[in-house]
């Protein structure tokens, strides 16, 4: 991954502590302009981005739910290298950036600046990022009719009459728990 | 051979009565079955029959793969060729190919993907049943092994504790009778023979409704789970962001009421025979019928042209 970008710092450990903020700044920023290359192409960036063909392969969701639980387990706002000294495993500080981008533009991280850098939050659990990610599934999908047996299907505005006009016989003969089936939809 | 080879293309025809009456005559786990083994059946020949024209009109083409005896005009004369009508059956089973594979990838990369979204997930999920926290209401089956049911919070919200029982129990009954792979087979059929559409959508309603049927036994009351797909229809059709995934499937006469209205009418008869009336069996029996002839005509060519193959092809 260090040699994967090269002009950028070859060693994780200076950039920790002692890089200044700018520095790591622009490398969010650069990587964030990468992570949209890689989410928009789905062919073979590796060439051309080294970086996010290697994210690609080591499977996107598990990082990001790894990144995710160990920004939940911070007290507060952790920096990214926070995040990169605990997370498991030997993941470069620019891999860090990238998944944090990726998850801020799923809404699943806020950010605010300190200083000259972001320090970050986490805004969703585990099973929010779940939820996201299998919001992307169904949405990439314009006839998952066709694939999942769905409990409901589309409604026509003649058939949201119909259905009210059953649902109200429905209830009519007996009513014992749940008055708010008819006006409460 | 002749025109008779080209009959299986039609015959899909056959099987719209019996598609169109099946929903109200019949039970939805007949009709499901019925329909989907019609509709295989026919997408079968209709595919032999594509392919059998192409291999007599490649014959004709310089460069076909076909062995070189094939040009031997012995076999020419042997074979009532037309060009033009293996030319087209070129294209439309390149279409046919091309659009199956696509279907089947994209079941394949949804079924992943949900079961990924699922797996970094571990909490999300108890049991069968995950539930995730999303504003948009969803409930589906997502076959597997093993096999989830995946519901959003909103949707769980909206439902009392029994219609959310009716609503595990319908996607369950899903899971069991392992419905995705109806739901696929005659979605491929369409593919293979686009006058297999009006099936594809009989046979998802009829699983639907199975389905339902299944749910209210379990539950024990009809009218819960007429209840409860009637609600959910609703508050899904009022969330704002939800009309987009929809409308592929947005049909005029809206499967929704006609669920709730079957549900809240007494239980289906089980029984196939005799068939509740006359318009039922008419159309069984064209259906049959256009199967049985279309099966025998694609069996009859394809037996005819390999007895030719063979006997052209020193092999």
Known sequence: MDSARPGHHPDNEPLRDGVPAAERLSAAEQLSGLDAVAAGSTGSPGAAHPGSGRLRRRGQGELEAQVLAVLRSADGPATAGWVQKHLEGDLAYTTVITILSRLYAKKAVTRSREGRSYTWTSASDEAGLAALRMRRVLDGERDRDAVLARFISALSPGDEERLRALLARADAPDDPDNPRDTEGL | ?315
């Open chain 2, 1 to 315: 051979m002749g025109v008779f080879v080209c009959l299986p293309l039609v015959l899909p025809l056959t099987a719209l009565p019996i598609a169109r009456l099946a929903e109200q005559h019949l039970h939805p786990r007949s009709a499901t079955r019925l329909l989907a083994v019609v509709g295989v059946l026919l997408a079968l020949c209709s595919t032999l029959c594509l392919g059998l024209l192409m291999v007599v009109g490649t014959a004709q083409l310089p460069g076909n793969p076909l062995p070189d005896s094939w040009s031997d005009p012995q076999v020419r004369a042997a074979v009532p060729y037309e060009e033009k009508a293996g030319i087209v059956a070129i294209g439309a089973l390149a279409a046919v190919l091309g659009a199956c594979g696509w279907t089947v990838y994209r079941h394949v990369r949804l079924r992943i993907g949900a079961g990924r979204a699922l797996a970094a997930a571990p909490s999300v999920v108890s049991g069968d049943i995950a539930v995730l926290p999303d504003p948009e209401p969803y409930a589906y089956a997502l076959p597997g092994r093993p096999g989830r049911v995946v519901v959003s919070t909103a949707m769980t919200e909206c439902l009392d504790a029994r219609e959310r029982r009716a609503l595990i129990a319908h996607e369950r009954a899903h899971l069991a009778a392992r419905h995705h792979r109806c739901l696929l087979a005659v979605q491929l059929a369409a593919r293979a023979n686009p006058f297999l559409l009006p099936l594809r959508t009989a046979v998802s309603f009829s699983t639907e409704r199975w389905a339902d049927e299944e749910a209210a036994c379990a539950v024990g009351d009809r009218r819960v789970v007429a209840v409860a797909v009637g609600k959910a229809a609703l508050y899904s059709h009022r969330a704002p962001d939800v009309s987009v995934g929809f409308a592929a499937f947005a049909a005029p006469a809206g499967p929704v009421p006609r669920r709730v209205a079957a549900l809240l009418a007494p239980v289906p008869p089980v029984r196939l025979w005799p068939p509740s009336s006359a318009h039922v069996a008419l159309a069984a029996l064209i259906a049959a019928v256009g199967t049985a002839a279309s099966a025998l005509s694609s069996l009859n060519a394809a037996v005819t042209l390999v007895g030719i193959l063979h006997a052209a092809t020193p092999l």
